[in-house]
Antibody, heavy 116, light 111 residues
Framework: QVQLQESGPGLVKPSETLSLTCTVS????????WSWIRQPPGKGLEWIGN???????NYNPSLKSRITISVDTSKNQFSLKLSSVTAADTAVYYC??????????WGQGTLVTVSS | QPVLTQSSSASASLGSSVKLTCTLS???????IAWHQQQPGKAPRYLMK???????NKGSGVPDRFSGSSSGADRYLTISNLQSEDEADYYC?????????FGGGTKLTVL
């Protein structure tokens, strides 16, 4: 059974960089694409970007200038960095596996609050 | 890139059936979509992938009560014999070469 687990600080100060890691178990990260998706409180889902094990990435154009997604195949992990955060970046952040186009396995999500 | 449109809310009675709609934007009516369920306070759960011809493949453990169908640019999720645990937000998803897109979600209330 594929499992994904997000980890990282739950509180980030405005203008700083949000950093999260997703640890994958039950599957090799050297397959498929792996995504970050977020959900502001009370709102819908927003795709942030994804990465292939080779390091090839795709980013949401609206966030592209602030995003870096990286992969560590030796640890079966991938990571998100979002710079210059504001209160608008407060959200539950999910990692997910992308198979054949859509996402089929999701992490449980982690709430990140941007506040001083 | 494609845009997905969903009604913001729907309701149906316990034990009845409900059909949720996800509409693809003009020029994207052939796109494949996926349906996801998000119960209150939980992560989304993948339900199925649905093609333009109406064929669908469900995720592991998804009950038989859930089915999909298509008509033109519309993609449907039908839930039969509604249970209380079906009360949730339902999102459709599609993708282009380098982009993933989600609909705004439909909040389903089971009466």
């Amino acid at each position: 059974q594929v499992q994904l687990q997000e980890s990282g600080p739950g509180l980030v100060k405005p203008s700083e960089t949000l950093s999260l890691t997703c640890t994958v178990s039950g599957d090799s990260i050297s397959s498929y694409y792996w995504s970050w998706i977020r959900q502001p409180p009370g709102k819908g889902l927003e795709w942030i970007g994804n990465i292939y094990h080779s390091g090839s990435t795709n980013y949401n154009p609206s966030l592209k200038s602030r995003i870096t997604i990286s992969v560590d195949t030796s640890k079966n992990q991938f990571s998100l960095k979002l710079s210059s955060v504001t209160a608008a970046d407060t959200a539950v952040y999910y990692c997910a596996r992308r198979t054949g186009g859509n996402h089929d396995y999701w992490g449980q999500g982690t709430l990140v609050t941007v506040s001083s | 890139q494609p845009v997905l449109t969903q009604s913001s809310s729907a309701s149906a009675s316990l034990g009845s059936s409900v059909k949720l709609t996800c509409t693809l934007s003009s020029g994207h009516s052939s796109y494949i979509i996926a349906w996801h369920q998000q119960q209150p306070g939980k992560a989304p759960r993948y339900l199925m992938k649905l093609e333009d011809r109406g064929s669908y493949n469900k995720g592991s453990g998804v009950p038989d009560r859930f089915s999909g169908s298509s008509s033109g640019a519309d993609r449907y999720l039908t839930i039969s014999n509604l249970q209380s645990e079906d009360e949730a937000d339902y999102y459709c998803e599609t993708w282009d070469s380098n982009t993933q897109v989600f609909g705004g979600g439909t909040k389903l209330t089971v009466l």
